[in-house]
């Protein structure tokens, strides 16, 4: 019941039976159920790519363990390598000590003594020569062994350096995963929250719809009725009837479509005053009597209250002694016309203006 004068004040009394716009409770209701979906919806489009991305880093994390893995494995095996070329080193290198010995242990001998133990010149020539040979064999084995071992040493570090850096960016890519794993934890709690939010208006949705009928059936045991009249019912100007609701302000100060645009303009259209700039549907009903016997043409008010933020106002159409028949605006259909005959005693704290 919003008009483009009054600023919305809630003065509650929820010790009174009011008038309820259901229409307006279903039209919020409705309203927070859309913009939850949207905010769920959001959430879980948000999830699904922070997925996307942790099963992204699970696969680069893979292959950076697979990478670590391999350049252990040629670290294993270089060392091995090392440790086997240190072995034949050793061996090679106590087979020229050996060759050396005996070389040095047959200058121990004269020449004399050698030719002597030879069997002619030719054979202790050839003895000579053999030494030499195999001493020159022996260093040669141990610089090719040395030169492995160098060339294996390096090896053995660069592998070292990679596996380092190889361990440092999986450090890097766990780190990252874990922090995208904690933001998709987050956003399904968000997305979960909504879908709760979502669930708790559906309820309350429920309930409100369930109130109405229990209203409209409450009056119609008590001899009421209530007939939804449509768009352009009670002959409400298609000027502002067909015009979507709160689009536009009447003559009177008030948003098409609004009980209080409704009843302003019947009071006028019946040749009698009609309220100008009184702000919201409550605010009338401070203007109003409960003294009052309703008559035809006169307005209804009810209060603002915990069920009825804004008030309602509607144009009494007749007294039927023991109920009162009015026609309105925007209770149900919302922004529409209706006609409803209320008991007396199911109308609560209203006020009536003449």
């Known amino acids: 019941m919003l008009v483009i004068v009054s600023a919305l004040t809630l003065v509650g009394n929820a010790s009174v039976a009011y008038a309820i716009n259901y229409d307006e409770q279903i039209n919020a209701l409705q309203s927070q159920i859309k913009q939850n979906q949207s905010a769920a919806s ?113 090896a053995k570090a660069d592998l070292s350096a990679q596996k380092e850096n190889q361990q ?8 990252k995963k874990a922090e995208q794993a904690r933001l998709l934890a987050e956003t399904k709690g968000q997305e979960a929250a909504y879908q709760g939010m979502i669930a708790k208006n559906k309820q309350q949705l429920d309930s409100v719809f369930a109130a109405r009928a229990a209203e409209i059936a409450r009056n119609t045991a008590a001899g009421g009725s209530f007939r939804p009249g449509g768009q352009c019912g009670g002959g409400y100007p298609n000027v502002w009837c067909l015009a979507a609701q709160d689009s536009l302000v009447d003559d009177y100060g008030y948003y098409n479509r609004e009980c209080v645009s409704y009843a302003a303009w019947k009071r006028a259209a019946m040749g009698r005053w009609a309220p100008m700039y009184w702000g919201n549907a409550g605010d009338w009903w401070y203007r109003g009597s409960a003294s009052l016997t309703p008559q035809y043409g006169d307005i209804v008010a009810w209060p603002y209250g915990n069920q009825s933020p804004w008030g309602h106002v509607a144009i009494v159409e007749s007294n039927n002694g023991s109920s009162i028949t009015i026609s309105e605006y925007n209770y149900s259909p919302r922004g529409g016309y209706s006609t409803r005959t209320i008991p007396f005693s199911q109308l609560g704290g209203v006020r009536y203006i003449r």
Do not use: C, H, W
Not at 88 to 112: C, F, G, H, I
Not at 168 to 175: E, M, P
């Open 42 to 154: 959001q959430k879980a489009a948000e999830a699904s790519t922070l997925q996307g991305k942790v099963t992204q880093l699970n696969a680069e994390i893979a292959a950076a363990q697979a990478a670590l893995n391999l350049t252990q494995t040629q670290l294993q095996k270089t060392q091995a390598d090392i440790e086997a070329n240190t072995t034949e080193l050793a061996k090679q290198t106590d087979s020229l000590r050996e060759n050396l010995r005996v070389m040095y242990k047959d200058r121990d001998l004269t020449p004399l003594e050698v030719l002597a133990s030879s069997q002619n010149l030719s054979d202790f020539v050839g003895r000579q020569q053999y030494l030499q040979d195999i001493k020159a064999k022996i260093q040669s084995n141990i610089d090719a062994i040395n030169a492995t071992k160098v060339k294996l040493e390096q």
């Open 168 to 175: 440092g960016q999986l450090a890097q890519i766990s780190a």
